[in-house]
């Protein structure tokens, strides 16, 4: 089945996850890069565009997203890569060229246009989990690594930091459900220079979250976690309801029912 695979980029000129796709033996006729303006075009054209095709998208990690899903024809089927990917380490030792296949093959098989990995680093975790390879419900689908069918129904992202979040609740609005791959750990550097490490400060964060989880009180709560990268205390944390409150009759717009959140 056909695809694509977009790295969206920023400072990140070394793109490790270029060097894993090579490993692998992906065709670069396969990738697009998007950088966010010329003079990124310019120093990543000098690495890596005698190999890969190099767009111009625009600058912010959502926009930058928006302006991938709308490069493409409506129905492409986009794999999504950060562009700090190490492994995608499959406990069977399949290679990507082949599990890829099988991610596509399922979503088209269970009518669903998102897929994502288990958000766990631990390759040790199926087999005490003893999950399924595939699984469809109310999941995140981890921006780091995501698959999606462009859908024109599925209006922008409007967030920066958690569009994941954003993205999942939209699709599983759209078709009921959000898949999941469970046969690969994701390894990957987040937070190095360059990114979105800059912009994403403990306030910025903090803003958008609660933002959010306003917005979308409907399909998502908060809880507390330590996220060490932003601050030495605990933060607002969005985790995905395993129930919406209510039924949506528009599915693609926040309810009207927000709930009241924590501070």
Not at 78 to 84: E, F, K, Q
Not at 99 to 118: A, E, F, K, R, T
Not at 210 to 230: C, G, P, Q
Request: proline letters at 5%; charged letters at 20%.
């Amino acid at each position: 089945m056909d695809y694509v695979i977009a790295i969206p980029t920023y400072q990140r000129y070394a793109i490790k996850t270029l060097e894993y796709l090579n490993r692998q033996s992906v065709s670069p006729s396969l990738i697009t890069i998007f950088v966010a303006n010329e003079t990124e075009y310019d120093l990543y054209y000098a690495k890596w565009g005698s190999t890969y095709t190099i767009v111009i998208g625009v600058i912010g990690i959502g926009p930058q997203r928006n302006f991938i899903t709308s490069f493409y024809p409506e129905g492409t089927y986009i794999v999504s890569c950060d562009d700090d990917i190490r492994d995608l380490y499959h406990m069977q030792g399949i290679g990507f060229n082949v599990w890829i296949q099988d991610c596509l093959s399922y979503m088209v098989s269970s009518n669903i246009g998102l897929l994502g990995l288990n958000p766990t680093s631990n390759v040790y975790w199926r087999t005490i989990s003893k999950a399924p390879t595939f699984q469809s419900g109310r999941y995140l689908a981890v921006g780091v690594f995501h698959i999606y069918r462009t859908n024109s129904h599925i209006p922008p992202l409007e967030f920066n930091f958690i569009e994941d979040y954003e993205r999942s609740i939209k699709y599983l609005r759209t078709d009921g459900a959000v898949g999941r791959y469970n046969g690969v750990v994701l390894k990957h550097t987040g937070w190095t220079s360059g990114g979105l490490k800059e912009a994403r400060t403990k306030d910025a964060y903090y803003k958008a979250v609660n933002e959010f989880a306003s917005l979308y009180s409907n399909d998502v709560y908060l809880n507390s976690k330590l996220i060490r990268s932003l601050s030495a205390e605990e933060l607002p944390n969005v985790r995905i309801k395993r129930k919406p409150t209510n039924t949506c009759s528009q599915p693609n717009r926040p309810c009207s029912n927000a709930l009241s959140l924590p501070h």
